[in-house]
Structure formats: structure tokens, C-alpha cells
């Protein structure tokens, strides 16, 4: 059974009493909200043959089946590998089971995430089918990334906008999800997560704390040459790319903004404020813009999956970085 959060109730309440449903949605927010869950609880509603008020029953032959995971009537469109494009012929697999009776004689669902991770020719091949669906089929697409998305398949879907938790509603569920880290590590973890609550749990799980203190002192070190930016790419060879690129985004705009309002209450986290308001101080306007347009081309790269040489371009970012004080 998918967890139900909070922050949810209101939707959950819109969507679960719809007397008719659209033949596709488009659940679209941040990462680490719980769309998945979201998504997953509708399905449920949605097959159940004896829904119980808003809910799924648990009881009948489908909830039972949904559960097993051997549900005939479904189908879960994802990567085949983490971080992976979805491919047309997975797609392929989907339009040939749309277009199938449901053997349960009720509805079929489809779940697909996330959205973005399918190239343009899986997307293409995706639109019939959302467009005009055979039989009572519903298609739940979830896409943390919407602005990835063809104006084709947004266009035809019920775009539904997921609520990202209050600062409170976020901080209260992680005291529970992770009761064993303190509270002023909870809060760093949202922080890091961009006010998400789940992103927060799973990079408590992926060890982010830790990989931040180690890029926080590598940073610290390269600008008092005291490590050179080919040994910093060595050692952080294994940390995710897009984290890294999300931090250095991070620490570019906190620099122009404090550029441009000198406000000392705006400098971001603890342990990089000191280092961003030196950097914001020595650095030529103009440079650092040229680095955060540079930066966020390389993160688009990273975030679109291309063929990167990871420690070239790590390298490459260092190297930048370490130039950015002084004349430009």
C-alpha cells in the first residue's frame, strides 16, 4: 500500500472523488515528494472493484493482485537502469498493452516515470496513446522535471501541480522517518534537498552529510592551493555529477546575489558562507556570470544524460573555480 503524506490530503481529496477520470494525468513537482506514492495510491483507487470511500478496499481480487505485484491490468513504464533513457521499444511495449481488453474487465492503468527520462522518439511513440487511450485506460505520468516535457505530451494530459510541504510539515515527517539524526542534521538535510522531505531521507541513506563536508573541504583547499583541481577530481570521482553541478549552481547565485543586495542573511549554508561572500568579493561581475552561464550548460548536459568524461569535466569546473578571484 502506497504511503499517504499530509502535505497530500487536500489533492488526494480532489482527485480521489472525481466521479469521471481523465484518460491521463500528468503529476508533475519536485523530486522527493512522494508522486511516486501518489501515483501509486491512485492506481489502487482506480482498479479496486469495492473502493472503500476514497480508498482502495485492500480486499477485493484486484487490491490483492495490485499488491502481489501480478495485477494483469497494469503497467510500470520506468528506466530499465537507474538514470537511464526510456527506450522506444519499452514504449512499444506499453501502446501493445493499451490496446488490449482488461482481463479483470475493469480498467487498466498505466504508470510512467519519470516523464523526462524518455528521448524524443520514445515520447512521439508515446502520443497516440495518450491522446486516445483504447478501452477505460488511465495513464499516471510522473515528471519531476516538467520543463523537459514536449509541449505534445503536457498538452495532452490533466497537468496536476503535487504541493511541496511547508518547512514545518517536512521537518515533522523526518522526525519521525529518521528519529536517530538530530535535529540540526534533519534541517540540513532539507536544506540540501531543496525542501523536499523523501530527497532528505534518501540522501541522509546516501550519505550526503558526509560527500558535502568532503567537497566543502576540497573547495576550501584549491582556493588556498592547497590541492590541485586534477587531485580534487580524482576524489570525487564517485559522487553523483549532478549533485555536484546543483551545489556549484548553488554557490554562483548566492554569490550575485550577494553582489547585487549585500545582504549578509542571504549567504546559504554554514559551512560555504564564509567562502561565498570572499568569493562574491574578489570576483569581477562579469566573470562569475560567465561561470554561472558556463555552469549551467554542464548541468544540462550532466541532467540530459550526454557522454561526459566525468573527471575531465570536474577537472575543467576546478580549474575554473580556482581562477575566479582577482581580474577577469
Known amino acids: 500500500m502506497a504511503e499517504a503524506y499530509p502535505w497530500q490530503e487536500p489533492l488526494w481529496q480532489q482527485l480521489a472523488s472525481r466521479p469521471r477520470h481523465a484518460h491521463a494525468y500528468l503529476l508533475h513537482g519536485p523530486a522527493g515528494i512522494g508522486k511516486r506514492d501518489l501515483a501509486e495510491r491512485l492506481m489502487a483507487r482506480l482498479l479496486c472493484q469495492k473502493p472503500d470511500s476514497l480508498e482502495a478496499c485492500?480486499?477485493?481480487?484486484?487490491?490483492?493482485?495490485?499488491?502481489?505485484?501480478?495485477?494483469?491490468?497494469?503497467?510500470?513504464?520506468?528506466?530499465?537502469?537507474?538514470?537511464?533513457?526510456?527506450?522506444?521499444?519499452?514504449?512499444?511495449?506499453?501502446?501493445?498493452?493499451?490496446?488490449?481488453?482488461?482481463q479483470l474487465g475493469g480498467r487498466k492503468v498505466v504508470l510512467l516515470e519519470p516523464v523526462e527520462a524518455m528521448n524524443l522518439n520514445s515520447a512521439n511513440a508515446l502520443l497516440?496513446?495518450?491522446?486516445?487511450?483504447?478501452?477505460?485506460?488511465?495513464?499516471?505520468?510522473?515528471?519531476?522535471?516538467?520543463?523537459?516535457?514536449?509541449?505534445?505530451?503536457?498538452?495532452?494530459?490533466?497537468?496536476?501541480?503535487?504541493?511541496?510541504?511547508?518547512?514545518?510539515?517536512?521537518?515533522?515527517?523526518?522526525a519521525q522517518a529518521l528519529p536517530e539524526v538530530s535535529?540540526?542534521?534533519?534541517?540540513?538535510?532539507?536544506?540540501?534537498?531543496?525542501?523536499?522531505?523523501?530527497?532528505?531521507?534518501?540522501?541522509?541513506?546516501?550519505?550526503?552529510?558526509?560527500?558535502?563536508?568532503?567537497?566543502?573541504?576540497?573547495?576550501?583547499?584549491?582556493?588556498?592551493?592547497?590541492?590541485?583541481?586534477?587531485?580534487?577530481?580524482?576524489?570525487?570521482?564517485?559522487?553523483?555529477?549532478?549533485?555536484?553541478?546543483?551545489?556549484?549552481?548553488?554557490?554562483?547565485?548566492?554569490?550575485?546575489?550577494?553582489?547585487?543586495?549585500r545582504d549578509e542573511e542571504g549567504l546559504g549554508a554554514a559551512d560555504m558562507r564564509k567562502v561565498v561572500q570572499y568569493l562574491a568579493d574578489k570576483t569581477p561581475q562579469h566573470k562569475l556570470l560567465a561561470m554561472q552561464d558556463w555552469l549551467l550548460q554542464q548541468r544540462q548536459k550532466v541532467l540530459g544524460k550526454a557522454n561526459l568524461n566525468g573527471a575531465l569535466l570536474l577537472e575543467a569546473l576546478l580549474v575554473q573555480w580556482a581562477s575566479l578571484p582577482g581580474p577577469g
Do not use: N
Not at 491490468?73 to 519499452?90: C, G, H, R, S, W
Not at 584549491?222 to 577530481?233: E, R, V
Open 128 to 174: 497516440k496513446s495518450l491522446e486516445e487511450p483504447s478501452g477505460d485506460t488511465v495513464l499516471l505520468l510522473v515528471s519531476h522535471q516538467p520543463s523537459r516535457l514536449l509541449p505534445t505530451v503536457k498538452s495532452r494530459c490533466v497537468q496536476q501541480a503535487c504541493p511541496l510541504p511547508s518547512p514545518q510539515q517536512s521537518l515533522a515527517w523526518l
Open 58 to 102: 485492500g480486499q477485493c481480487k484486484a487490491c490483492h493482485l495490485l499488491a502481489a505485484g501480478t495485477h494483469p491490468d497494469v503497467f510500470v513504464l520506468e528506466p530499465e537502469e537507474a538514470d537511464k533513457a526510456i527506450k522506444v521499444d519499452q514504449v512499444r511495449e506499453l501502446v501493445s498493452f493499451v490496446v488490449q481488453t482488461a
Open 183 to 261: 535535529d540540526e542534521q534533519r534541517g540540513e538535510l532539507l536544506a540540501l534537498a531543496a525542501g523536499s522531505p523523501l530527497m532528505a531521507r534518501r540522501l541522509h541513506a546516501q550519505g550526503v552529510l558526509e560527500q558535502r563536508a568532503l567537497v566543502v573541504e576540497g573547495v576550501k583547499k584549491l582556493l588556498k592551493q592547497q590541492a590541485s583541481p586534477s587531485q580534487l577530481a580524482e576524489a570525487w570521482k564517485t559522487l553523483p555529477m549532478a549533485m555536484l553541478f546543483d551545489w556549484f549552481c548553488d554557490w554562483a547565485q548566492l554569490m550575485l546575489r550577494y553582489q547585487l543586495s
